[in-house]
């Protein structure tokens, strides 16, 4: 079931920033460029592209390059996201990504997905992240 509440997000600017993003990808293997954008709490929006590399275990995705945008920044935590192919299609990401996004989430962070908004912990329920090592410590 997807949110309702946006909280307040401008998602045509998340979606604007995304494509943008995209047409900076090196994708010169899959020929699928990627881009994603990512609002923060104190109201930054961060991006990345997807950069590929000749040894295919080696590409970025854009997400892992959103995440160096953010902290090149100056870091902070994440409240919406959106990410796009090169048609400006939405896309969800990978499961890797996804726990890539956890660990840098604000609470409630939300995501543009295929099936509306959602929460983080709508599209990675049960996550395990930074508050799990915590409490073995």
Not at 23 to 33: H, I
Not at 47 to 67: F, K, Q
């Amino acid at each position: 079931m997807a949110a309702t509440d946006t909280g307040g997000v401008d998602w045509a600017a998340l979606e604007a920033a995304a494509v943008t993003a995209m047409g900076k990808a090196y994708a010169p293997y899959s020929k699928f460029p990627v881009g994603a954008a990512a609002l923060t709490e104190d109201g930054r929006i961060v991006s990345g592209c997807n950069v590929e590399n000749a040894s295919y275990g080696l590409t970025l995705c854009a997400e892992c390059a959103l995440v160096g945008d953010l902290h090149m920044g100056g870091g902070g935590r994440l409240r919406a996201f959106y990410c796009v192919d090169a048609k400006g299609n939405i896309l969800m990401p990978c499961g890797r990504c996804r726990q890539l996004l956890y660990e840098f989430r604000a609470p409630g962070m939300q995501l543009m997905t295929t099936q509306g908004i959602k929460t983080m912990d709508q599209v990675l329920p049960d996550a395990f992240g930074p508050d799990n090592l915590e409490e073995n410590r």
